[in-house]
């Protein structure tokens, strides 16, 4: 089963940038899809973006079209969210997830928490006016 850690969270003032980076240990990256997720205070967990193994395909919820991007790294087994553009509404901790057995190669782009099997401890991200 995988392995995720995330890193790459901070402080950063409205209209700033940040990476984060989601790296995977005991398995290859290359046979999963990776989804990042990110969950405010008294908020669902909310799905952000996602990029499928290939790294063909990627998904964006629509408050993130346009200002986030999801890259991958396989030989350095990390995934990526560039994020610009921030805004306050962006506070929350960011996860990273890879599909459970049977939907490893998939692109899930959902709330909640189904369809996963292997998630990150998160890290904050927080958007000052």
């Known amino acids: 089963q995988p392995h995720l850690v995330e890193s790459g969270g901070g402080l950063v003032q409205a209209g700033g940038s940040l990476t984060l980076s989601c790296v995977m240990s005991g398995a290859a990256l290359e046979d999963y899809g990776i989804t990042w997720l990110r969950q405010a205070p008294g908020k669902e967990r909310e799905g952000v973006a996602c990029?499928?193994?290939?790294?063909?395909?990627?998904q964006y919820r629509d408050t993130a079209k346009g200002r986030f991007t999801i890259s991958r790294d396989n030989a350095k087994n990390t995934v990526y969210l560039r994020m610009d553009s921030l805004k306050p509404e962006d506070t929350a901790v960011y996860y990273c997830?890879?599909?459970?057995?049977?939907?490893?190669?998939?692109?899930?782009?959902?709330?909640?928490?189904?369809?996963?099997?292997?998630w990150g401890q998160g890290t904050q991200v927080t958007i000052s006016t």
């Open positions: 990029i499928g193994k290939s790294g063909e395909n990627t």
């Open positions: 997830a890879a599909p459970g057995p049977g939907l490893e190669k998939a692109c899930i782009l959902a709330n909640g928490g189904s369809g996963f099997g292997s």
